[in-house]
């Protein structure tokens, strides 16, 4: 059986992991926190002190960082995993990350023979701990293979996109879409409430219609009990369209409804907000409409 390693064990990386031990793979984990790693050790993982000492001693290296920056030291910085690396070892990065990052790192580890897989996921927190994420995976077909049976402990739907960076490629078309619906829910919300009638009975008369969406569905009844909490981290969500916005500057692509929701994300941070859950996006157009989403609404 492949020994595995892990490193990031945040909101979503420890449920991966979790979700790997329990699937009797041997685990290797470390994480600049140690809460996250002792905790994961009490259940049968074998702890490490960098990412070089994983890399040394597992088949395969998984990372869930939270930005390029991060992920190209954790593969390629001092005590990094290309300190660790040995031929055959195969890196797997579900962070969300420019593509042209992944490219660069795929291209210095091939050079230590290490093959590379950017495999981003979608599904947030819940899919994380409940194993049905979404993962989408640029690199070599044969590798893809080799971890196939890691990846169907952590999601339902694996779907090789390509080369490298293809992963995240689809993982940047998934947050376009993923910000359009919460602004665009957020400002269906607002716009029943301001215009007189009651938003959740909208929501019922819509979402069985053109409308439908996973949004539509999950996030309003979390607003209407006032809850605004993650899920998936709005100021997450800004770095993502971020990555989206200098990836389409990067090959000439128009993107002009993606840059107004971007600007919204960014205000987000600008106003404190950026630690709720990314359907709390609804708090910015409360406030360009000075009115607050009726809470405490039976959402049965």
Request: proline share 5%; with cysteine.
């Amino acid at each position: 059986m492949l020994k595995i390693g892990y490193i990031g064990l945040g909101l979503m990386g420890k449920s991966i992991a979790r979700n790997i031990l329990k699937a009797g793979f041997p685990l290797v984990v470390h994480n600049r926190s140690r809460a996250a790693v002792n905790e994961l050790v009490s259940e049968g993982a074998i702890e490490a002190f960098s990412p070089a000492e994983v890399a040394a001693q597992v088949d395969v290296i998984f990372t869930n960082l939270p930005d390029s920056p991060d992920v190209e030291l954790v593969a390629l910085g001092a005590q990094g995993i290309i300190a660790g690396a040995h031929p055959g070892l195969i890196f797997v990065d579900n962070s969300t990350i420019k593509p042209a990052t992944a490219r660069h790192i795929a291209a210095a580890l091939a050079e230590k023979d290490v093959q590379s897989l950017d495999a981003p996921v979608s599904g947030g927190d819940i899919g994380a701990r409940n194993g049905t994420l979404a993962i989408m995976v640029g690199g070599p077909a044969e590798a893809v293979e080799k971890v196939r049976p890691v990846f169907e402990a952590m999601g339902k739907i694996i779907t090789h996109v390509g080369d490298a960076g293809a992963g995240q490629i689809a993982k940047a078309a998934n947050q376009i879409m993923v910000a359009a619906q919460m602004v665009a829910m957020s400002e269906l919300l607002i716009f029943a409430q301001k215009a007189g009638a009651d938003p959740q009975k909208v929501v019922e008369a819509i979402r069985g219609g053109a409308a439908q969406c996973w949004t539509l569905d999950v996030k309003p009844p979390r607003l209407f009990a006032g809850n605004r909490q993650p899920g998936f981290k709005a100021y997450m969500q800004a770095k993502d369209l971020n990555i989206v916005q200098e990836t389409a500057r990067e090959y000439g692509i128009p993107l002009p409804s993606n840059a107004v929701d971007a600007q919204l994300f960014n205000a987000m941070i600008q106003n404190g907000l950026g630690n709720l859950d990314n359907s709390a996006v609804i708090e910015i157009l409360e406030k360009l409409a000075n009115v607050r989403l009726k809470e405490n609404i039976d959402p049965a």
